[in-house]
């Protein structure tokens, strides 16, 4: 009884909140904010229902069953443990009369999350889950809002499609799951670097998101900093060209490029499993290990040798692979539940938008819209260096959707402009240039 109060009170709470949300939007985009709201709702119920009675197993459940062990500790003595609990979200590995698995790590990060939210939920799961949905919700809110910020009002409700309702990305963040915590953390940094505010709120907003990603799933940084820098680059460029052309200007790419590298060995020097020279190792790892469990859900785009360790360079050169792997697999005809048949529905609409824009465009049209628009170079970026990544580090693609879902609204927001035909403006600048903040209004529907 005491559950089933909880779970109301956080729903009627989470939709109280959906409504204040979408009272700034016209009433075509209300439905959808409001409809996203619902499908993250029903999302973390079924995440619960799938790992508690369909799987019996999996990460969700290690966090919970750790947060319930926090929060009796923490109900114990708060003032004593409760320090402890938040020295493990940050990677701390503190002394407790428990054993935490991961703790120093992202899992002990998720047990630390978990440990607040049992505390707050009277250790309802359900609860649980639908207090992080409904956080990635208005994650996900922000990231519509720094996409909107940048593209022309007549492509907003395609950045909100991009942002709030793509099947997979609200899923799988509709858990207790990394995954819900990075896209959150990547709201966060997008507001920061995309929407027009004070110095001081932009870096507060990237400094925290940047934190929750890099405590989460640090490997998105690394996809994350070479995106930016093209960004700041095109932008720059952009702006000195007068907005019609990109002209190579030496200071922003010489700047770009080494504030890029910085940070990409900085992030190597915190987190060595992700640096570059560590890259290959950690790929061939991960496939390796793959190769040793047979599954009908299992691919290998790398013939593994266990006495040979393939250099970067022979990492990258299935990257090709790799990346339309990333995109768009599993085929319809490889689904083989349920859960793989939804993925592979989302998978085959991107794709055939994709070949549309191909096929009805000329390369260079489309790469005419990508070139005026930095956001569409950031996002193709982000693409390109994340897919490549989580397509050869996967061996699963049940595990493979889970781990591109950060960069699926990029894409989808590259493919949604890509196939836009504009009836009026037909030379309207992707990227024109706003004379005020309207990121989360679209008046009028």
């Not at 260096?385 to 960069?407: D, E, F, K």
Request: aromatic content about 12%; glycine content about 8%.
């Amino acid at each position: 009884m005491i559950e089933l109060l909880i779970v109301t009170f956080v729903l009627a709470g989470g939709g109280a909140l959906s409504l204040s949300i979408a009272r700034g939007f016209g009433p075509k985009a209300r439905q959808i904010v409001i409809a996203s709201y619902g499908a993250h709702a029903l999302s973390a119920f079924v995440q619960v229902w799938i790992y508690r009675y369909l799987y019996g197993y999996g990460d969700m459940l290690v966090y919970h069953r750790n947060g319930m062990i926090l929060s009796d500790l923490m109900r114990y003595d708060f003032t004593r443990f409760f320090p402890d609990v938040v020295s493990l979200v940050f990677h701390g590995d503190p002394i407790l009369p428990v054993w935490i698995f991961g703790a120093g790590s992202s899992t002990g990060t998720m047990s630390g999350l978990a440990g607040i939210l049992c505390y707050v939920c009277a250790d309802s799961l359900y609860a649980v889950t639908l207090v992080v949905a409904i956080v990635s919700f208005v994650g996900k809110v922000w990231l519509y809002r720094a996409l909107a910020a940048q593209l022309p009002r007549e492509l907003e409700y395609r950045a909100l499609i991009a942002g709030l309702f793509v099947p997979s990305v609200v899923f799988w963040s509709s858990g207790l799951l990394k995954e819900s915590f990075a896209i959150i953390g990547m709201g966060l940094m997008m507001l920061g670097i995309w929407t027009q505010r004070s110095w001081a709120s932009r870096i507060a907003l990237v400094g925290m998101g940047t934190t929750v990603v890099m405590l989460v799933k640090a490997y998105v940084c690394f996809a994350m900093v070479p995106s930016i820098a093209v960004w700041f680059y095109w932008k720059r460029a952009m702006e000195k060209s007068g907005g019609k052309a990109v002209a190579v200007r030496p200071v922003y790419l010489v700047a770009a490029a080494s504030a890029a590298l910085l940070l990409i060995v900085a992030l190597g020097r915190m987190f060595p499993e992700y640096a570059l020279e560590n890259l290959a190792e950690h790929a061939a790892r991960q496939q390796t290990t793959g190769s040793q469990y047979a599954g009908a859900s299992n691919y290998q785009l790398v013939e593994v040798d266990p006495n040979e360790r393939r250099s970067f360079l022979g990492q990258l050169q299935f990257a090709p692979l790799a990346l339309l792997t990333a995109l768009f697999r599993p085929f319809l005809f490889e689904s083989r539940n349920i859960q793989m048949a939804i993925n592979a529905l989302e998978t085959t609409a991107l794709m055939l938008l994709f070949l549309h824009s191909v096929f009805t465009r000329s390369w260079v049209t489309l790469w005419a819209r990508l070139r005026r628009s930095p956001t569409l170079m950031f996002c193709l970026t982000f693409t390109l260096t994340m897919g490549v990544s989580v397509g050869l580090a996967s061996t699963n693609l049940g595990t493979l959707s889970r781990y591109r879902m950060p960069m699926i609204p990029f894409f989808a927001a590259l493919v949604l402009v890509w196939t836009y035909s504009p009836r009026v403006r037909e030379n309207a600048e992707p990227d024109a240039p706003r004379a005020r903040e309207r990121a989360s209004t679209l008046r009028g529907g």
